[in-house]
């Protein structure tokens, strides 16, 4: 085998060579890219020992070297294929420390080359681009920016020393250059040469990220560590000349935009290296930036430049959503992490956010298109606001959401109908108000912080909601984030709706989720054709079921307490959601895959736990959703087939438990009687679903197979005889040579099950099935 692989490597690099020397072929495109795979394919099946130890080593990497920088320079030419070319290097000299024997590799005297043909390259396009016009910036290429950068940090960081030297001996003069612009247009500079170094810094702030962020997969010295706060200290001296003279007047101008950008980039290196839960602060990389910079201190000092950067893009950048999505994702992702998160609270910069957030400051809040962008920002305040036991904050927080209530209610009094409140309240206001509540409220990550949420907005509010969807019943902008609201605050996430016992803010809380459900659903209902139905109808629909199956698997209501008492809310928040996923065809439920997973997530959790609902539906609705959980069963998402696994396993245990295995057959609980009559009227379901059940196991390759195994015991034990048939007819499938097998294979599937369905005996099963499945397989 290795004789084998030794010679196949031999004429790889024969023909590879001989192809760079004659530059056969390569001047096709498509060619060009191929053979650029084919070069990085070479390192991913071959490791560096093996490629030395051939006779033609040399000249080969040589060549290929070569054809590196050729191919960096033609950047126009081979933009698409420069990956494959960096991600060979990178995987050379990462297999470095690997190599034994006196071979040479070569490293040493190619990967500097590399290096430099890169950089200046980089460098180089940017002019290009000014000069001839060209209307595709490799910056504005997030795919391939991404891809090239991942390759750095190996290359980068080889002769590290030595590539800080050639980084800084480009930088230092294009940061100069950028310097003498603060004051205006130097003399004799062509007005473009500001975008030209823009441009330039750029590249270079987005490599010394990326060369950072290598630190995480390289090893590191308190050498490196320093030289990692010389590139950085750079960059920081940077972000002080931006913020000065004329270069605050060109945050409209795009090549000052993709340098903030490559900013965040940077942000986001040096946070997950060298800000964070396992980061040790005394790291050498702040000692050289203190020697160098000497207001920077510690890494304190370090977030607190990171967050004015923050706060800076999102008030200059007000209708930018590149740079205020990357903006708000690092701020996210500082406020996320434990410790970090506790020293933003120590900065004053983040506690004045705290208190001062609203659009009037922030113009982001303001634009139509960053209405997404408002729920991640709210989160992240929020999570920063919880970090501390202050319900005084709290209140001061929350304020302009307030105000907008408190409109929003004098409006709906002083209004005779919902319609007219639309008439008197902008939509956008709207819009904006329940993204902003959907983020606070998806920060609240335990009882004491939600507590503070809910005593806040309900009661007093909730009609408010209610007014909301009345009034904009027909404008999927203003329906979408009020219901994805009400989906985020029933959810008991980290078991935060915890009331106590003696409480009844459980049932009041679905009593509102009832009301909503019955609005929204009344009007989706009642509405005709629309232009874009999922926008405008099965968006909704998705979310209301969501909403429900989050309110029925809370555990934090006593649904027992409805019927009891005669409150209709569960019932009729039942009968409206299952109305509207009813009037959705079968083939559209299963073609959006966000309605699809609401939809059997909802059918699950009925089927769990209000068996008695799906027994009580007439026979055509019981036949639908049967059906549709057939179906589901061999849709190709993983997700939507265990959730229709599970629910089938529910509903067949249940029938078996009640019915088949009944204690009391005389006398089965009425959901039971009712459940029994629809099998009744549709005797071949249960056997088709096992059926369907054993050829997804047995003859597809299905990944979540001990899923897919649960309901099956409990779809045997109701009609073995079904199941001695389907046995049969999987032998007399099989050819005349194979029957005796396969016939002794699915015998061993009962060995040693009883007829119950206790977790034991299921797991007995289930380990049968997986071996009958591996034997069908090696020998079927």
Excluded at 565 to 579: F, M
Aim: proline share 4%; charged share 20%; net charge neutral.
């Amino acid at each position: 085998m290795e004789v084998e692989r030794s010679k196949l490597l031999n004429r790889l690099m024969t023909c590879t060579r001989d192809i760079l020397r004659t530059q056969q072929g390569l001047s096709e495109q498509d060619n060009y890219h191929e053979f650029c795979k084919l070069l990085g394919r070479i390192k991913a099946n071959f490791n560096l020992q093996d490629l030395v130890n051939v006779e033609n080593y040399a000249e080969w990497i040589e060549l290929v070297a070569n054809f590196t920088m050729q191919s960096l320079n033609s950047w126009q030419w081979a933009a698409s294929s420069m990956y494959y070319l960096l991600a060979l290097w990178s995987r050379l000299v990462t297999s470095m420390p690997y190599l034994k024997g006196d071979s040479p590799s070569l490293m040493e005297a190619n990967v500097p080359k590399i290096v430099h043909a890169y950089l200046t390259s980089r460098l180089d396009c940017v002019r290009a681009v000014l000069q001839n016009g060209i209307t595709e910036d490799p910056l504005d290429n997030e795919g391939e920016l991404q891809d090239q950068l991942e390759s750095l940090p190996h290359l980068f960081r080889f002769q590290y020393d030595k590539t800080c030297v050639l980084v800084c001996s480009l930088l230092d003069p294009i940061a100069k250059g950028f310097q003498d612009w603060s004051t205006g247009q130097p003399p004799g500079q062509d007005a473009r040469q500001l975008s030209v170094l823009e441009g330039q810094l750029t590249w270079l702030v987005y490599i010394i990220g990326a060369v950072l962020r290598g630190r995480l997969s390289t090893s590191s010295s308190e050498t490196m560590e320093s030289l990692d706060g010389d590139l950085s200290a750079r960059v920081f001296s940077l972000l002080g000349v931006m913020e000065t003279g004329l270069h605050q007047q060109r945050y409209r101008e795009t090549s000052r935009q993709r340098l903030d950008l490559a900013i965040l980039s940077f942000f986001q290196s040096f946070r997950r290296v060298y800000i964070g839960e396992t980061v040790m602060h005394s790291s050498k990389v702040y000692a050289r930036l203190g020697e160098r910079l000497p207001g920077i201190r510690d890494h304190l000092t370090v977030l607190n430049i990171i967050v004015k950067t923050i706060t800076n893009n999102l008030r200059a950048y007000g209708d930018c959503d590149g740079l205020i999505d990357a903006s708000l994702s690092l701020f996210q992702d500082l406020g996320s992490g434990y410790m970090s998160g506790k020293l933003l609270m120590k900065l004053e910069t983040v506690n004045t956010l705290l208190q001062h957030h609203s659009s009037d400051r922030f113009d982001f809040l303001r634009q139509p298109t960053s209405f997404r962008s408002r729920t991640i920002f709210y989160n992240t305040l929020t999570k920063l606001l919880f970090m501390e036991d202050t319900p005084t904050k709290f209140k001061t927080f929350v304020a302009p959401m307030q105000q907008v209530l408190v409109g929003l209610h004098t409006a709906s009094q002083s209004a005779t109908s919902a319609q007219a409140v639309r008439q008197s309240v902008p939509k956008e206001t709207v819009m904006g108000l329940f993204r902003d509540l959907r983020g606070v409220v998806s920060a609240a990550g335990n009882r004491r912080s939600y507590g503070l949420i809910f005593d806040w907005l309900y009661p007093t509010h909730f009609p408010v909601i209610l007014t909301c969807l009345e009034a904009w019943s027909d404008s999927p902008e203003v329906t979408t984030p009020l219901l994805k609201f009400m989906a985020e605050f029933v959810q008991n996430k980290t078991q935060r709706l915890s009331f106590d016992l003696s409480s009844p803010n459980g049932i009041l809380l679905f009593r509102e989720v009832s009301k909503v459900l019955v609005t929204h659903g009344s009007a989706v209902l009642q509405r005709g054709n629309v232009p874009d139905i999922y926008q405008h109808k099965y968006k909704g629909i998705w979310i209301c079921l969501q909403i429900l199956t989050r309110a029925l698997a809370g555990n934090y209501v006593n649904f027992g307490v409805f019927g009891l008492y005669g409150d209709p809310a569960l019932e009729d928040a039942l009968k409206i959601s299952l109305k509207m996923a009813l009037s959705i065809p079968l083939n559209d439920i299963i073609a959006y895959k966000k309605l699809a997973r609401a939809f059997y997530s909802l059918v699950d959790v009925l089927c769990e736990h209000h068996t008695s609902v799906i027994a009580a539906c007439q026979q055509s609705t019981f036949a639908f959703i049967m059906t549709s959980l057939e179906t589901g069963l061999k849709a190709l998402d993983v997700t939507i087939s265990s959730q229709c696994a599970a629910a089938l396993n529910h509903l067949a245990a249940y029938y078996f438990r009640h019915v088949v295995a009944a204690v009391d057959v005389n006398s089965p609980p009425p959901a039971a009687q009712a459940l029994a009559e629809h099998i009744r009227q549709t005797p071949d379901m249960f056997p088709s679903m096992l059926k369907t059940l054993f050829e997804i196991v047995l003859f597809e390759e299905c990944t979540n197979m001990w899923s897919l195994s649960r309901p099956m015991l409990s779809l045997i034990l109701i009609n073995e005889e079904v199941f001695t048939q389907l046995k049969s007819q999987f032998v007399s499938m099989q050819p005349t040579e194979k029957q005796q097998h396969t016939s002794a294979w699915l015998e061993k599937l009962m060995q040693d099950v009883q007829r119950n369905l206790d977790p034991k005996n299921r797991d007995k099963f289930t380990q049968n099935l997986t071996i009958v499945r591996h034997e069908f397989k090696a020998k079927g």
